[in-house]
């Protein structure tokens, strides 16, 4: 441990992060690196490539807690995790393109017990996100049908027209809290402050703000969730200053048989119904399967625009997992997307990872096959 706790220090400082440990604290260095090969078919334009993130993006991060001898095991907790592309080393800066921030993925510090649960703030990831991959059959990953749906659009299932203000994977300025489990039953409240800045150059105390609830139960085999979002649209670098807000809400269920585990999803947006603020409902349906060994994912989604026309569309998806190790997977699929005339979605493969098969013209039907690897240190 002292040895570990000696490489931390010398980690951030060369980042320019003082560090200090105590008997009865830890730190902790963990990430993940995933690599994989695909091929995608854009009706009739082959693209293929090596990429980053596919099974999850690829990342490192420095986590720690501490006892404080306080309220029956009371901690201080902090997480610092940043992305990065494993097929060039590049920063992964999910939809903002900001290559000034250090740890984009997480960084946050709160405290902790086992009494009344943890708080945490600064930016951290929103209930309404983490909920859905909980019961998706591939984890909201790449071989997901509804995946494509997620990348941040005004019609998407994680954020408005603009993604460096609307989306709704992770927010800064955040405040979270998550109550202990409870007979199962957990919890999850959440706000973010958009910290806009009106047209009149004052500082907005609504204009971009996120409130999120969210509530899961596990217990056995039967998993169920539910999560309500409220976003005031805030300025957008578009070009434009949105009003109004949007809600968001999801339903999810899963239960284990054992022998395999079906899952049942649903989103609906309630927004501005205009085109930089579409409503839309969304389902999936999945299961996931012991096989040879691995797991067997098999996922297909529903999604239907409610605001514009001819702008639905079906997707497939299929993969599976094989552990070589505790730490190490391979992993192989495929996905269809079938579009309407107006829909443009692509398959992709999560918000930090590389993303080079956009969809060259609405109405397209895209099939993607990959294999990868997956590794967790």
Request: proline share 4%.
């Amino acid at each position: 441990m002292r040895k570990l706790l000696t490489a931390m220090a010398a980690i951030l400082a060369a980042v320019g992060i003082p560090s200090a440990a105590s008997a009865a604290s830890s730190v902790s260095v963990y990430g993940l690196i995933d690599s994989y090969v695909s091929v995608n078919n854009d009706s009739g334009t082959v693209s293929s490539g090596l990429h980053s993130g596919g099974s999850s993006g690829s990342y490192f991060g420095f986590k720690g807690e501490e006892d404080l001898g306080v309220m029956g095991g009371a901690q201080a907790v902090f997480k610092l995790e940043s992305g990065f592309l494993s097929d060039d080393g590049t920063y992964a800066q999910s939809f903002a393109g900001n290559t000034s921030r250090l740890f984009h993925r997480e960084a946050w510090v709160g405290l902790r017990s086992p009494k009344f649960g943890q708080i945490s703030f600064a930016r951290q990831y929103s209930p309404h996100f983490l909920l859905w991959p909980m019961a998706d059959a591939n984890a909201l990953s790449l071989g997901t049908a509804g995946s494509p749906f997620f990348y941040p659009g005004a019609g998407n299932a994680m954020g408005g027209s603009d993604p460096t203000q609307d989306d709704l994977v992770r927010a800064n300025n955040s405040i979270f809290w998550a109550s202990p489990n409870l007979g199962g039953v957990t919890v999850m409240a959440y706000a973010a402050l958009g910290e806009n800045t009106r047209s009149d150059g004052t500082r907005s105390s609504t204009q971009g703000n996120i409130y999120n609830l969210g509530v899961n139960y596990g217990k056995g085999p039967l998993f169920v969730m539910g999560s309500v979002l409220y976003q005031n649209l805030g300025n957008s670098a578009l070009g434009f200053r949105p009003t109004g807000h949007d809600t968001y809400y999801e339903l999810a269920a899963s239960y284990d048989f054992g022998f395999t585990k079906p899952s049942i999803q649903f989103e609906y947006k309630n927004g501005n119904d205009q085109p930089w603020s579409q409503d839309f409902f969304l389902v999936q349906i999945g299961t996931s399967t012991p096989l040879l060994g691995g797991r067997l994912g098999t996922t297909a989604a529903y999604y239907k625009n409610q605001t514009l026309s001819k702008s639905d569309a079906y997707s497939f998806g299929i993969r599976y997992d094989y552990n070589l190790s505790k730490r190490t997977m391979l992993y192989a699929g495929a996905v269809a997307l079938i579009q309407e005339a107006n829909a443009q979605f692509s398959i992709e493969d999560g918000p930090d990872s590389s993303f080079h098969y956009p969809t060259s013209a609405p109405g397209n039907n895209v099939q993607q096959v990959f294999f990868g690897i997956r590794h967790q240190f």
